[in-house]
């Protein structure tokens, strides 16, 4: 539930901004198909890991808790990232400043000649789509981290957990998704036009995003704006240790 609507929320918060900003729509429906690493094998390994345990009396008050903060953070860096990879590019595929090399895959996303009048607003938007993709691929595994800490300085939301099957998981979906980049194929058929440098500054936008959130959970930004006092039941997953 954590995972899902969190998903759920980033995706929906980010067309709004967008829109809001007069900005080309963020994804492809191509690229939803990412939802496949992100959200479906997580919660459905967690599912099958997860024990017996009595319900939480707060579980409703938690995921607000949780999901509020996840969503604005995690939208606003992502929208802030595609704004900023779509004037780039675009400023870079007008200038002629971005390398040769790069043109061919942006033809091949785009099915835009490069000779054509609206090959760089195509190109720019499937570049920033991309860039916002990988942006958010990433940072849903960095969820399942925060979910179930391996040690102290991912311990932003709850403490560490002793079991690291999920910290696996994350490491293994993150090679899977290296994998999707690398291999023509796969990136294509995600709907993915890989530019070393969009996916150098994604992932650094994911090193500061995560930064941003981790601050925002472990001060209880989200408690005070919204008034959501965290549950005092003995499995309340707020109770981290410093």
Do not use: C
Not at 159 to 181: E, G, Q
């Amino acid at each position: 539930m954590y995972l899902f609507l969190s998903r759920v929320a980033v995706q929906a918060l980010a067309i709004l901004l967008t829109t809001v900003l007069g900005l080309a729509f963020p994804y492809t429906p191509t690229q939803v198909g990412l939802t496949l690493l992100t959200v479906g094998t997580p919660a459905l390994a967690l599912t099958v890991w997860a024990q017996p345990v009595a319900g939480d009396p707060h579980l409703l008050r938690n995921l607000g808790r949780f999901v509020v903060p996840v969503a604005v953070v995690t939208a606003m860096v992502g929208t802030l990232l595609y704004s900023l990879l779509g004037a780039w590019l675009s400023a870079g595929l007008r200038a002629g400043t971005l390398p040769a090399e790069r043109l061919p895959a942006f033809e091949a996303a785009t099915g835009v000649a490069r000779s054509d009048p609206g090959f760089v607003d195509a190109a720019a938007t499937v570049g920033a789509q991309t860039g916002l993709s990988v942006f958010v691929t990433l940072s849903s595994f960095v969820l399942l981290l925060l979910l179930k800490p391996p040690h102290r300085f991912f311990a932003a939301w709850t403490a560490p957990v002793p079991d690291r099957r999920p910290t696996w998981l994350a490491a293994l979906l993150t090679v899977a998704f290296a994998v999707v980049t690398a291999v023509p194929l796969l990136s294509s058929w995600f709907g993915l036009v890989i530019v070393p440098e969009v996916l150098a500054i994604a992932v650094l936008a994911v090193l500061g995003w995560y930064a941003l959130l981790a601050a925002t959970l472990r001060r209880r930004v989200a408690d005070r704006l919204l008034a959501l006092a965290p549950g005092r039941s003995r499995r309340d997953p707020v109770a981290v240790t410093s």
